[in-house]
């Protein structure tokens, strides 16, 4: 069967090599938030937020660059994956870092009201509670943004909220994907954590293609002005 011609074997191969050397570059670029993982341990994360959130900044443009990759390896023209992650991680690099910035500090701000109006005003505390989800679930759209488009830092936040709340069921599939991830994290940890990044942003990729194709269609409309 063609199914095991040996090219067949070998392509599967390479993307299986692909997907790990993706995923250990993610690894490497995220070392302050590993480390504060290893060291400081992820029941401490409420007591130490805002040292957390410092080493968290860089997350954005990795994850960013890991969607860059799924996107060039979904569509065939993969170059490498050194290559590819380099190119993705520096695509609009100061965009991303500054996006990721500010997006961590207003997740930041709103826990730091959810655990203030827990004590003395609880309506408040379902309003914070409400922006603080809409931020979390807002994250894999910057991530989408970024890999893809040279937007500013305000069009990049204001896109990846407005596509969390307009696109309910992308956001949906997206935090379904994201609790799938995290369930084979938890089945087979030691096997995973070799492929975890490179999993989550190939099916994010996948599912994301419809609102891609949109935004594509959009920009060509405008740019023929």
Request: charged letters at 10%; hydrophobic letters at 60%; proline letters at 3%.
């Amino acid at each position: 069967m063609s199914v095991f011609r040996l090219d067949n074997i070998l392509s599967t191969c390479e993307k299986i090599w692909y997907f790990f050397k993706v995923n250990i570059l993610f690894l490497i670029f995220n070392l302050p938030l590993l480390l504060f993982l290893l060291f400081v341990g992820i029941s401490q994360v409420r007591t130490y937020l805002p040292f957390f959130m410092l080493c968290s900044i860089p997350f954005i443009p990795a994850m960013s660059a890991v969607f860059f990759c799924m996107n060039r390896i979904l569509h065939r023209y993969d170059t490498g994956a050194l290559k590819d992650f380099i190119t993705g991680y520096l695509y609009c690099i100061k965009e991303k870092f500054i996006a990721s910035s500010i997006y961590l500090f207003i997740v930041l701000i709103f826990w730091t009201n959810i655990e203030f109006f827990a004590i003395y005003f609880f309506p408040l505390l379902i309003l914070f509670g409400l922006l603080f989800l809409l931020m979390l679930l807002s994250m894999p759209n910057i991530c989408l943004l970024t890999s893809r488009y040279k937007m500013s830092v305000v069009d990049i936040l204001k896109g990846a909220i407005m596509l969390t709340i307009t696109k309910p069921l992308i956001t949906l599939s997206n935090f379904v994907i994201f609790t799938f991830a995290l369930m084979l994290f938890e089945i087979k940890a030691g096997t995973f954590i070799l492929f975890i990044s490179s999993i989550y942003g190939f099916l994010i990729i996948f599912m994301n293609q419809n609102i891609f194709k949109s935004l594509d269609a959009k920009a060509s409309e405008q740019e023929s002005f």
